[in-house]
């Protein structure tokens, strides 16, 4: 699977200290989707932290996350495998079960950065 590249939306913006991110989906590198939440949401991670990296961040500048699962059933593998990425602060989150528009994904994130300590 793989998302076309001509969409109208930017991938990251920076706003002064913000860095956003746009929804993020668990696409492996050669267009799969791994089964299960849990493999879903580690590789959703690991792309979030793979584009802040990319502008001088890391998973501990988040802030902010939106989180979209396919499946209300999902929420508990999916906070027990969200929370081996984070540590205390954790951001703030909200969660929503929603119909994504990419099927067969069963889990999409948004974050928020802040880049103020990453001077």
Known sequence: MSIPANLPFSKVR??????????????GPTGEIPAGIGPQTDLTLARIAATLAGEGL???????????LRHAEDFAAFNAAYAGHFAAPFPTRTTVVAALALAPADVEI???ADASSAR
């Open 58 to 68: 890391g998973l501990s500048h988040v802030v902010q996350a939106t989180v979209y």
């Open 14 to 27: 920076r706003v002064g200290d913000l860095v956003f991110l746009s929804g993020e989906l668990p696409i």
């Open 110 to 112: 948004t974050v928020v």
